[in-house]
């Protein structure tokens, strides 16, 4: 089974890696995707050229075995949907199981999403959640999804539902980028290889002005 972990990623942290690792090893993936998504243009913190964002996520997982980044979503043009993505993948698989995990947050706008029921003919959804997620009314269209066990995931390429608990760190980039600003050491939060992309390209750091190299 492949596995699909998209997100922003500014930057990625150990509550990234840490839940990523974590599935990994439970559904037994033989490779884990880690799809950095395009930012919309206008936020309210500085922008990090998704070139750099790539650059830390590929410095996070260098070493760790099955993990790989892949920039489809960078490179395609106009607006990146899931959807797209997911079918961009499927042609290229074939008929290996395809897990798109995405956190009990997002999952709550799932419908919302471009075409979101067609992300079910091209893979399955596991929803990470967190120790004591309550769970919320699952749609009909959901509801008939919801796979029996783990093994059924491998049995099929797509269409089902499920959901797995995950280590909770709370960390998030939000709070990371906030530090940085702060002038506070973001270290054990992320890679220090992260950190040091941070620092080397002055990230989310507009109010210091740099004189050296
Ligand atoms: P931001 O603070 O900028 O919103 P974020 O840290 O929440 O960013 P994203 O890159 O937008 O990270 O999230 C990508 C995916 O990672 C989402 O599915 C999200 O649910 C999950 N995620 C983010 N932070 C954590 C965490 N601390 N533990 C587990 N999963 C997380």
New binding site residues.
């Given amino acids: 089974m492949i596995g699909v972990y ?5 930057p990625v ?1 150990y ?2 890696l840490r ?1 990523a690792l974590e599935v990994k090893e439970l559904f037994e993936l033989e490779q884990l995707r880690l799809i950095p998504c395009r930012v919309p243009a206008h936020r309210d913190e500085p922008d990090v050229p998704a070139h750099l964002r790539l650059q830390m996520l590929e410095a996070a997982v260098a070493d760790t075995h099955g993990f790989s980044v892949d920039r489809r979503e960078l490179d395609r043009a106009g607006p990146s949907y899931m959807v797209d993505t997911l079918h961009s993948l499927r042609n290229e698989i074939g008929d290996t199981p395809l897990l798109l995990f ?2 009990a ?2 999952f709550a706008g799932l419908e919302r999403w471009h075409q979101w029921q067609r992300l079910f003919d091209y893979a399955h959804i596991v929803v ?1 959640t967190r120790p004591g997620y309550a769970g919320s009314t699952l749609s009909a269209f959901l509801q008939q999804r919801i796979a029996e066990d783990r093994a059924q995931l491998s049995r099929q390429i797509a269409g089902l539902l499920t959901f797995q608990e ?1 280590t ?7 709070a990371i980028r906030e530090l940085v600003v702060a002038g506070r050491d973001p270290q054990f939060l992320l890679p220090d290889r992260v950190i040091e992309l941070i620092r080397r390209h002055h990230l989310y750091q507009p109010l210091i002005h740099h004189t050296g190299n």
């Fill in positions: 998209g997100g922003t990623f500014n942290h509550g990234h839940t995405i956190g947050d997002a990470m995950v909770a760190l709370a960390i998030s980039a939000t």
